[in-house]
């Protein structure tokens, strides 16, 4: 039976739809007696009348009653509502391993974290006489507390008796449910014995758990097949491919145990999964000990105080003992050390790739921080202290790189390049830096940086004046930036990224005065050089070095991984790793893409009504006309979220980065920025998905922010140039050629045209912080400061009476406006509406979408933890092993 939202099941209110799997549809719903989230599982309409059917749905409550585990969601109860039969069970927030699959092979150590669980999980259902029967990745979720083991709807009480079975006639239905002719489970996943329609033990659910810790590693199934027959067969007959053969760094030992698990014997595999799950403990505490020694995890203040007195002391001791012999020119320690690092004060933006930087010495790390609902602004932190100091006057701040000397920290804040002395002081403007991607300070007292997103790489002397370009871009060869340069110990070469198309990046060599550059390699982020002699880089998430002649500048030997999953975006090279001189290696691990916080609905109040789509770094999110459909980017790629069957849809395939996506005004095309012929062309799809992608514009220049207009007569849009950004319009009906809306000396974003069409409203940085303006459109006229202290990414409601903005402390803002020809007026001071938890920086790009009548909002929110950094003691050392 299909629910609508708000319909009752007794003392449960529906809130909305979850998902459906064989036995039923699942429901997001509200305890109006405990008023607590929880979910529903009803049985399925077409399967209410099946006596046999019911009975199993009633048998899986209580299998799941039976078995009190944390990694098996609890039951709460069970009931009977106008003929349905449903189970209430926690509701839990996260994402199903399956679609945590879908995004490629998880890390390993998670992968071990997460086989673990699970193992442990089924260990204690089989002790209770319990056999899942139908374990995948769909039937586990994950959240923040782990792996949850989910739908015992396929296990088999072994005190009960049996229901009636069927001969094997045919292959499992898309259902997957017993019958006359199905099997039980998922073909995927079965155990041979259950393909020959043989007694189903614990033993099965170990080789289903073997064949989903295979593709939690390798990204793989462990069987294919080109059919069902022929799937079936190869479960019955062969085994994968080694999962060190697919993925090298795997320790063997895995090797064995998953190998063991798919045995297709039952007796020769391992007799129960709490050996399973010994074994992979034993796996992950042995990598642990062969890769890094000691490991220290740096608590946060709420823990047992001498928990974290005794880390501190041992992380002090440990950098102390390799500082000293650095500094007595001893040979340093032969075993790297490593450990977690969880900022104290501050909170790494989970999903962004912001930066950070070890100094020279070894000893400090400044990095990109805020505060819940503050600016970015620079912390400082000793590696050998567990807290951390925000530097005073650096809001706003991004890519922070240290003095030689590690006294000073030169950073880009508010379009300019500054510096500020770490032991007190104002900070000091160096030069204009409009949207500045990465500087290096050289032993010889200049800086070299990249002061525009599109051009080449300036120098200046550390102390201040103007600064003049050093590259030159190579214009047959599609460049339009080069960025990220690192001087080299001689304090006159440096390496650099040069951009074409993304991913596309290079890796050159160059000289500050200006001689032909040399190429050294290709496809990677950007690089920095490192003692004894190496270069280091990022290639698909993960971090390698590679031996470097620094007299002869070329490379030697072969890339060597130090360290997987990097935080990196390969569209513009940006990597969150640091190396300091000292063998200090610092850098931000995550799982692929971001998963850094989830799209929500919420009201006026900023009260949550539901939770969108799953954990990840969703970006510049747009309502459709209709309100059905949420259009997003996410890893490079833009999505449509139907809200109605709660299901996202890829949009875009190609190599390149699409994002930014804006919906026509019937909603039948979207409109959105890619990379595929330079650094930002405009382009056009279907939004049904079909069709070929359109270019609309690609002219010079990088595109941003795109709207189009409530009437569907132009597209505005955000065009950077070396001197900063404007706002052009394309129009639309009929076609025609783009013209500029708004063009001044300062920086004009996030463009969006009034209902009426009458009015476009954007942000500036005419002053600091930057305000929302309203001026008339398509021609100018006069302007009008809505904003009082700040704002940025404005949003009309749909009637034109209310605008929305950001402020600096990222709470919601309302205004008031009212029009009367050709005046426009503020009718009140803007009101807050709730906290977005967004903050403000060069990298701030958290958006957010508004119903017609104002009343939900659709924002990604971010996580408020702060990330774990991981920091490795003479790295070095872990190239010999």
């Not at 300070?441 to 002061?451: A, E, H, Q, R, V």
């Not at 871009?473 to 001689?490: C, I």
Request: proline share 7%; charged share 20%.
């Amino acid at each position: 039976m299909a629910l609508a939202n708000g319909a009752r099941l007794g003392a449960y209110e529906i809130i909305g739809p979850l998902g459906a799997g064989g036995m039923g549809e699942v429901y997001q719903a509200r305890d109006t007696r405990l008023n607590r989230t929880i979910a529903i599982k009803v049985l399925a309409a077409r399967l209410s009348d099946n006596p046999e059917l019911r009975e199993r749905f009633r048998r899986e409550a209580q299998v799941i009653a039976s078995v009190n585990h944390p990694h098996i969601c609890v039951l709460h109860d069970i009931g009977t509502h106008e003929g349905a039969d449903y189970l209430v069970m926690e509701y839990l927030e996260g994402e199903t391993l399956a679609a945590r699959l879908d995004r490629g092979a998880l890390p390993l150590d998670e992968a071990l974290k997460y086989a673990m669980q699970v193992a442990d999980a089924l260990d204690k259902a089989h002790r209770l006489g319990v056999v899942h029967r139908d374990l995948k990745p769909a039937n586990i979720m994950l959240t923040k507390t782990g792996a949850k083991l989910l739908d015992f709807g396929l296990a088999k009480l072994k005190q009960t008796d049996d229901l009636p079975r069927h001969t094997q006639t045919a292959l499992p239905t898309e259902a997957g449910l017993t019958g006359h002719g199905v099997l039980l489970g998922t073909l995927q996943y079965m155990a041979p014995e259950q393909l020959e329609a043989k007694e189903a033990d614990s033993r099965t659910d170990i080789f289903a758990l073997g064949v989903v810790i295979y593709e939690m590693v390798t990204g793989r199934k462990a069987f294919s097949g080109k059919s069902q027959i022929s799937l079936a067969a190869a479960i019955l007959e062969q085994m994968p491919e080694r999962i060190s053969s697919v993925q090298p760094l795997t320790p063997a030992t895995l090797d064995h145990i998953v190998e063991r698990c798919l045995v297709k014997d039952p007796d020769e595999r391992w007799q129960s999964a709490g050996d399973v799950m010994r074994e992979i403990r034993w796996v992950s505490a042995t990598k642990a000990n062969a890769i890094v020694a000691p490991s220290v995890e740096v608590r946060k203040p709420s823990q047992t105080p001498w928990l974290i007195a005794a880390a501190a002391l041992i992380l002090a001791t440990l950098i102390g003992v390799l500082a000293l012999r650095q500094f007595r020119h001893q040979p340093a320690a032969t075993i790297p050390a490593q450990f977690h690092m969880s900022p104290t004060e501050g909170s790494i933006p989970a999903g962004a790739v912001p930066f950070a930087a070890v100094s020279p010495d070894g000893a400090r790390l400044v990095y990109v921080a805020s505060q819940p609902g503050g600016n970015n602004r620079l912390w400082l932190r000793p590696l050998n202290s567990l807290t951390a100091q925000p530097l005073t006057g650096t809001d706003g701040a991004d890519d922070p790189f240290w003095s030689p000397d590690s006294r000073h920290v030169a950073f880009f804040a508010q379009g300019k390049l500054k510096r500020i002395d770490v032991a007190g002081g104002p900070p000091v403007v160096l030069c204009d830096a409009q949207n500045g991607e990465g500087g290096s300070w050289g032993t010889n007292g200049s800086i070299i940086f990249t002061p525009a997103q599109l051009g080449p790489i300036h120098i200046v002397p550390a102390a201040g004046g103007a600064s003049k370009p050093i590259t030159a871009l190579n214009t047959e060869a599609k460049e339009v930036l080069h960025s990220y340069p690192v001087f080299l110990p001689d304090g006159k070469h440096f390496v650099y990224i040069a951009r074409g198309n993304a991913p596309n990046h290079h890796l050159y060599v160059a000289s500050v005065d200006g001689t032909s550059a040399q190429k050294l390699m290709d496809g990677v982020s950007r690089a920095v050089y490192a003692d004894p002699g190496y270069v280091i880089f990022n290639r698909d998430s993960t971090l390698f070095a590679q031996g470097f002649d620094v007299r002869n500048r070329a490379l030697t030997g072969d890339p060597r991984p130090i360290l997987e999953n990097v935080s990196t975006n390969m569209g513009n090279g940006r990597s969150f790793f640091t190396v300091s001189p000292q063998g200090v290696l610092v850098a931000r691990q995550t799982d692929g893409p971001v998963a850094g916080g989830q799209i929500v609905a919420l009201d006026r109040k900023g009260g949550q009504i539901a939770v969108i789509d799953r954990p990840g770094s969703h970006d510049h999110i747009e309502l459709s006309p209709d309100e059905q459909k949420l259009a997003y980017n996410l890893g490079g790629d833009v999505y449509v979220y139907d809200l109605r069957r709660n299901t996202p849809t890829r949009l875009t395939f190609d190599g390149a980065n699409d994002w930014i996506p804006t919906w026509s005004a019937d909603g039948n095309h979207i409109a959105f920025v890619s990379t595929r012929k330079g650094p930002g062309g405009i382009y056009q799809k279907l939004s049904n998905g079909g069709g070929q992608d359109e270019v609309l514009f690609d002219e010079g220049g990088q595109a941003h922010h795109l709207h189009w207009t409530p009437d569907g007569s132009h597209l505005v849009f955000e065009l950077m140039g070396k001197a900063g950004s404007d706002l052009w319009a394309l129009p639309m009906q009929p076609r025609g050629k783009p013209f500029p809306v708004v063009e001044q000396d300062f920086d004009e974003r996030e463009g969006r045209v009034s209902p009426d069409g009458r009015w476009i409203a954007y942000e500036s940085d005419d002053v600091n912080p930057r305000q929302i303006y309203v001026q008339s459109f398509p021609k100018p006229g006069g302007r009008w400061q809505v904003s009082t202290a700040g704002g940025d990414q404005p949003r009309w409601r749909a009637d034109g009476k209310e605008l929305y903005y950001i402020a600096p402390d990222g709470k919601l803002m309302a205004a008031q406006v009212k029009t009367s020809g050709a005046a426009f007026e503020v009718a009140d001071t803007p009101k807050p509406l709730f906290q977005t938890g967004a903050s403000q920086g060069n990298n701030a790009t958290y958006s957010y979408a508004v119903t017609r009548d104002g009343q939900r909002f659709y924002l990604w929110m971010p996580h408020t933890e702060g990330t774990p950094l991981t920091v490795i003691m003479n790295w070095p050392a872990a190239l010999l092993k």
